[in-house]
């Protein structure tokens, strides 16, 4: 596993991906649509609840308002056509990239027969997925055994050489990870990507 500098914990585990949760981690994850989770977190925090009641209103658009959306412009359409979750589901990480729809890969997790069952998960139907996307645990994942699943699955450093022709910037403008769970996990994949960018540049 790729050592991370003391700032970040790689051996952080959260208590629950589940009840009892803060308002707003367990609105957020509800809402797969990239867009409306941006205008869902800023509407959180300025308090417009009416607002916030819209945007919660459905977590999965329907497909008359998907492709009026992506008419207005392709980047609204990012995480819209992500997989439905279970009943019993919650998206635990994301990684939005900066392609012309703003593909959004995600984690899930579930608890089943008392473990904790995970799947990564794309929009193209697992078509952008390379490798194991899915694992058991018997408790939530450390940050650093999150990411090292999660990119297993879905190698990120790939998908940036392929879009930026390793120019480190422009790679590290690409992507944005987020986790109502793992606050750490934007910087530990930025880590990652300078390192592998240094290791593949020497």
Known sequence: MTKAPK????????ATYFWPLNLEKHLLSHVKGAKRREALKAAIASNEFAQVFELIGDSELPDEVREASGRIHPAYLGGEFLPAREDSEVEIARITIASTTSDVTSV????????????VVDEYEGETLSGPAACTSDKPLTLGE?????DGAWPLMDVLEMNCEENLRDMLRFFHAESAFYPQIDALYRLRVRKAHRANSG
């Open 7 to 14: 700032s970040i914990n790689l051996d952080f585990r959260p």
């Open 108 to 119: 899930y997790a579930r608890f089943e027969n008392g473990m904790l069952h995970y799947r």
């Open 146 to 150: 999150l990411v090292e699943f999660f």
